[in-house]
Nanobody, 127 residues
Framework: QAQVVESGGGNVQPGESLRLSCVAS????????ICWYRQLPGKEREPISA???????????RYADSVKGRFTISRDNAKNTAYLQMDSLNPEDTGIYYC?????????????????WGRGTQVIVAS
């Protein structure tokens, strides 16, 4: 069965870093776009980064303004894995972080059209 599974969340202090992983299985990962999104307490889901397939899509990387300059998305198609390196974390980043995969959907930074959704990994930034 197709799925994506996140890991790497945890509790850190302000200014520290975390690296999240999104491991895919059951589908052709290299043909799919990957999106990281988060849900902060009391707020709507927020797409924060996407990495389009270079085969089926344009291969472009996109970031939300809220994380640009602090977070870095990457992917290793040979390992069926996407990553989100999160630096300079602050308490406002506290929430649940999710990975999603979809085919030909990351032309813009949006959650529309994604097929496979992870269950999330919790990030807590506090002193």
């Amino acid at each position: 069965q197709a799925q994506v599974v996140e890991s790497g969340g945890g509790n850190v202090q302000p200014g520290e870093s975390l690296r999240l992983s999104c491991v895919a299985s059951g589908f052709n990962f290299d043909l799919f776009d990957i999106c990281w999104y988060r849900q902060l307490p009391g707020k709507e889901r927020e797409p924060i980064s996407a990495f389009a397939s270079s085969s089926y899509n344009d291969g472009r990387i996109r970031y939300a303004d809220s994380v640009k300059g602090r977070f870095t998305i990457s992917r290793d198609n040979a390992k069926n894995t996407a990553y989100l390196q999160m630096d300079s974390l602050n308490p406002e980043d506290t929430g649940i972080y999710y990975c999603a995969a979809g085919k030909g959907v990351a032309w813009t930074l949006s959650l529309r059209g994604y097929e496979y959704w992870g269950r999330g990994t919790q990030v807590i930034v506090a002193s």
